[in-house]
């Protein structure tokens, strides 16, 4: 069974950075492209971030690009979001979603939410 | 950035109906659309790939059409447990993108 666990999330001031954590397993990891998508409180789905099976492209939605930075470690299992300089509107539920063969998201994780105030 | 317009943007509809739910992309996604179904409190779920394609575990009664710009999800005999927003998601180009959603409240 396909589980995907999120850590990390929390009440931060704006400004300040956080680093996410999405653990991986029921799959083989280190072969599947793996994705950060957030939605804000009661708004919709918003893509944000991808990163290919073996780390050598990433991508970024220009709402987050120079803030935000996705990595993985396929050792263990493990993506994560590093935040910087995070703003009131990167207030939102975080999922990491594994990549299915035809560019959509297939399995998603439970989320972790991060809020952003002073 | 491709934009995805969901419509109806709430549907009120009777256990049994069959329904209809719009997707219309700004530039063609060739059939690089995806449906996905979010309860209440609950994350997302892949419900249709690749615009028709079914995906395992899911009722038969949802099923997609459409290439190009026009996409449709159809619910055949909506059941209370269908009570949602449906989110549309494009594949084709990044950034990835979603529709508004269209949220399916039951009479």
């Known amino acids: 069974e396909v589980q995907l666990v999120e850590s990390g999330g929390g009440l931060v001031k704006p400004g300040s950075s956080l680093k996410l954590s999405c653990v991986a397993s029921?799959?083989?990891?280190?072969?599947?492209?793996m994705h950060w998508i957030r939605q804000a409180p009661k708004k919709g789905l918003e893509w944000i971030a991808l990163?290919?099976?073996?780390?050598?492209?990433?991508y970024y939605a220009d709402s987050v690009k120079g803030r935000f930075t996705i990595s993985r470690d396929n050792s263990k299992n493990t993506l994560y979001l590093e935040m910087n300089s995070l703003r009131s509107e990167d207030t939102a539920m975080y999922y990491c979603a594994k990549s299915g063969g035809s560019r959509n998201f297939d399995y998603w994780g439970q989320g972790v939410m991060v809020t952003v105030s002073s | 950035d491709v934009v995805l317009t969901q419509s109806p943007a709430t549907l009120s509809v009777t256990p049994g109906e069959r329904i209809s739910l719009s997707c219309r992309a700004s530039?063609?996604?060739?059939?690089?659309l995806h449906w996905y179904q979010q309860k209440p409190n609950e994350s997302p779920r892949l419900l249709i790939k690749y615009a028709s394609q079914s995906i395992s575990g899911i009722p038969s009664r949802f099923s997609g059409s459409g290439s190009g710009t026009d996409f449709t999800l159809s619910i055949n005999g909506v059941e209370l447990e269908d009570l949602s927003i449906y989110y549309c998601?494009?594949?084709?180009?990044?950034?990835?993108?979603f529709g508004s959603g269209t949220k399916l409240e039951i009479k």
């Open positions: 990163i290919y099976y073996d780390s050598s492209n990433k």
């Open positions: 530039e063609s996604v060739d059939t690089y």
């Open positions: 029921g799959f083989t990891f280190s072969s599947y492209g």
């Open positions: 998601q494009q594949g084709n180009s990044l950034p990835f993108t």
